[in-house]
């Protein structure tokens, strides 16, 4: 029996001849193909500006620094997301304050941002959790009569649609990974998107060192040029190796989300009716990508979901646990009591179950008819 895993990059051919033209070409480092990808990227997502930087934690970070939030600022986050979202204010020197959930999508909304206001709030990093767009709508008609930032982690979100518009076109500013667990791929890889021009150069500037003279302009001349460091910047440049493979990757996007969303409806047709489980689906505000398909278990499904993990695990499958909680870890274990029961509550019973675009309805047969069975076994124990 072959294992299945929980999620594989789509890539072929086409990313192998991209990455050796890059080689090929001499110029490896940042420079005409980060500058391509990101105009690419930016035309997709209907944004004005992209800037490619090294991850998404990466662009996290830069977009705070750029929307000027540092010490004693607070920002509201959810708990309920990759540890990232949680790290960038405190990288600032701000306190991330944590907002719970809507139990629908994963995501915060204007009524837990509220609840999790202060007055010390200068942002809010809101999240498309697993691909779920997040409702901005309510979310801007509060903060931005309070002059809060609306940042976007969209690091799940590519091909997702929130109101007929790419996720992250609504947002101050939206982050987006490169990680082989997202939908596309650069190995590692971030981008920042904005419709503020002085937010993108000030981004574009403070990734290479806040250098006064970029890299490419140095190459080009002769003399040596006079750069000066006008403030304290950071390397986080993309590579042109990696924005050649972003480029076919970004070519692959539509594709990749038609079959995820296949593979998704099929999942919740052949999983309807089980007593107890719960898949995410699309939310009415718009469309997921399905970069997670998480299932939620609770009585009578009698199998817990770390019981449910093992049985599929016995079979080879490869599920994994739902999103965590920042909150949990013993990095944050100092910022006090916090009432998450809706984060709670899908951080203990959800589980993601493999999804990818080569898998095959044989493969995601075999998932559905192990999740059936583990229901069924202990329907006849009890
Ligand atoms: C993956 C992920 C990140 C981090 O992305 P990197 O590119 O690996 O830094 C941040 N936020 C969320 C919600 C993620 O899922």
Redesign the pocket.
Known sequence: MSRINVMQPWLGEEEIAAVADAIRSGWVAQGPRVLEFERAFARRMDAQHAVAV???????HLALVVAGIGNHDDVVVPSF?????TNAPTYVGARPVFADIDPETGNVTADTVKAALTERTRAVIV????GVPCDLGPIRALCDPLGIVVIE????GAGSTYRGAPVGARADIA?????P??LLTTG???MITTARAAWADRARHLREHAMSVSAADRHQSVLPPAEEYTEVGFNYRMTDLQAAMGLVQLGRLDDIVARRRELAARYREALSGIPGLRCIDDPDHGTSNF?SFWVEVAPPYRLTRDGLLAHLAAREISARRG?MAAHRQPAYDTTGPVSLPVTERLTDNTLILPLFHQMTEHDQDRVVDAVRSAAALEEKRS
């Open positions: 090294s991850s998404c934690t990466t662009a996290l997301s990759f540890i990232a979202t999240v498309d959790q697993g982690d969209a690091a799940c982050c987006w990974s490169f990680h667990r997202k590692e890889g971030g970069q999103i």
